[in-house]
């Protein structure tokens, strides 16, 4: 089940209270949802949530609770407001904190030089939380993001960061469908992308076009809204020019819009297989994805029972016993760039 924009979360009603949330920061939507005084009504957590706006001050967060209403800590940030969840009712530690994300401004969500405004997108998805994260170990081999074998992909997950480098051709789906003169077709993506605790993914991105170079930073995010049911939020920004060129931002507002919906549609067909792929699999212990279900284990236990086998470094990096197949995979890639903007690798 899928169904896009879920304003109306407040009309719907968690089928379940379960024992436990990820501990985290999790994002709630764009501030500007949020921006009218009074009082905003959303599920998450198993419970109502209540988002507290007032004038000139930030807005406050407060979790139904039987008999009582306890408070979230809160802070905005660009454009965006984040929620703190512990089930031990915790404050949020400093370290964990989620980075600014580079050219947007915070304080009124306007355009910063040369990036566009959040491309912003919402859908309701019955799954459970820890499979949408799941997807940062298996962008690799899916079909629906990639056009080929990935020039180089690698998972890194240490302490609350949870990172994948990935660098490729890009799936058909991920294409600007701009039929503008000025549209162009993506050669090659660079990304890192990482999860800074449970809920919340960045993203920047380097798109290599054929007569251009084009950035973005993606927002993957998601707040359960009960055990199997959860909102999961993606959101675009594009850096074109600058100053950025008008018709280039036009181009970019497009290409937010299909990225947006290339994402959710590759994670929504990932969830939709992963009952029969998985039925009866158990992933070896050193596989990235048994790696991964470690680490986001830490955020489902109290912070004492957090053990190494968490949070200690792991890599997994792909294809780096073939000296020559990289090689080749990697003149290929310095032909490309050097052919249509002159980069070079480091």
Same mark, same amino acid.
């Given at each position: 089940?899928?169904?896009?924009?879920?304003?109306?979360?407040?009309?719907?009603?968690?089928?379940?209270?379960?024992?436990?949330?990820?501990?985290?920061?999790?994002?709630?939507?764009?501030?500007?949802?949020?921006?009218?005084?009074?009082?905003?009504?959303?599920?998450?957590?198993?419970?109502?949530? #209540?988002?507290?706006?007032?004038?000139?001050?930030?807005?406050?967060?407060? !979790?139904?609770?039987?008999?009582?209403?306890?408070?979230?800590?809160?802070?905005? #940030?660009?454009?965006?407001?984040?929620?703190?969840?512990?089930?031990?009712?915790?404050?949020?530690?400093?370290?964990?904190?989620?980075?600014?994300?580079?050219?947007?401004?915070?304080?009124?969500?306007?355009?910063?030089?040369?990036?566009?405004?959040?491309?912003?997108?919402?859908?309701?998805?019955?799954?459970?939380?820890?499979?949408?994260?799941?997807?940062?170990?298996?962008?690799?081999?899916?079909?629906?993001?990639?056009?080929?074998?990935? !020039?180089?992909?690698?998972?890194?997950?240490?302490?609350?960061?949870?990172?994948?480098?990935?660098?490729?051709?890009?799936?058909?789906?991920?294409?600007?469908?701009?039929?503008?003169?000025?549209?162009?077709?993506?050669? !090659?993506?660079?990304?890192?992308?990482?999860?800074?605790?449970?809920?919340?993914?960045?993203?920047?991105?380097?798109?290599?076009?054929?007569?251009?170079?084009?950035?973005?930073?993606?927002?993957?995010?998601?707040?359960?809204?009960?055990?199997?049911?959860?909102?999961?939020?993606?959101?675009?920004?594009?850096?074109?020019?600058?100053?950025?060129?008008?018709?280039?931002?036009?181009?970019?507002?497009?290409?937010?819009? #299909?990225?947006?919906?290339?994402?959710?549609?590759?994670?929504?067909?990932?969830?939709?297989?992963?009952?029969?792929?998985?039925?009866?699999?158990?992933?070896?212990?050193?596989?990235?994805?048994?790696?991964?279900?470690?680490?986001?284990?830490?955020?489902?236990?109290?912070?004492?029972?957090?053990?190494?086998?968490?949070?200690?470094?792991?890599?997994?990096?792909?294809?780096?016993?073939?000296?020559?197949?990289?090689?080749?995979?990697?003149?290929?890639?310095? !032909?490309?760039?050097?052919?249509?903007?002159?980069?070079?690798?480091?």
């Amino acid at each position: 089940m899928v169904r896009v924009n879920p304003e109306q979360t407040d009309r719907y009603t968690p089928q379940a209270s379960p024992a436990r949330f990820a501990r985290g920061w999790h994002c709630l939507g764009m501030s500007r949802r949020f921006n009218t005084a009074g009082a905003h009504s959303l599920q998450a957590f198993g419970r109502r949530v #209540q988002v507290q706006s007032y004038p000139d001050v930030s807005p406050r967060v407060l !979790l139904d609770e039987p008999g009582h209403q306890r408070e979230l800590p809160a802070f905005e #940030q660009d454009g965006l407001l984040f929620a703190w969840h512990d089930p031990q009712e915790n404050p949020p530690p400093a370290h964990l904190s989620i980075p600014r994300i580079t050219g947007h401004d915070a304080a009124n969500c306007a355009e910063g030089p040369g990036w566009s405004n959040w491309s912003w997108k919402e859908t309701i998805l019955t799954a459970q939380t820890g499979q949408v994260v799941e997807h940062l170990v298996r962008l690799a081999n899916s079909t629906h993001v990639t056009a080929g074998d990935p !020039l180089y992909f690698k998972n890194v997950f240490e302490g609350h960061r949870a990172t994948q480098y990935f660098e490729g051709p890009l799936h058909h789906s991920y294409q600007l469908q701009e039929p503008a003169p000025q549209g162009a077709k993506i050669l !090659l993506a660079n990304s890192v992308a990482s999860y800074f605790g449970p809920a919340v993914m960045i993203s920047q991105l380097d798109y290599v076009l054929e007569d251009r170079s084009l950035d973005a930073v993606v927002l993957t995010a998601h707040y359960p809204i009960d055990e199997q049911h959860l909102v999961l939020m993606t959101g675009v920004m594009v850096r074109t020019e600058q100053p950025p060129d008008p018709e280039l931002k036009a181009v970019a507002a497009g290409h937010s819009t #299909q990225i947006l919906r290339s994402i959710t549609n590759a994670v929504h067909s990932r969830l939709q297989r992963s009952q029969d792929e998985d039925s009866g699999k158990i992933p070896g212990a050193d596989s990235p994805v048994a790696a991964l279900r470690r680490w986001y284990g830490q955020f489902f236990v109290d912070a004492y029972d957090v053990d190494s086998g968490m949070t200690d470094r792991f890599e997994y990096e792909v294809d780096t016993t073939m000296p020559m197949d990289l090689w080749t995979r990697s003149s290929a890639r310095n !032909l490309i760039l050097r052919r249509v903007n002159g980069k070079q690798l480091a």
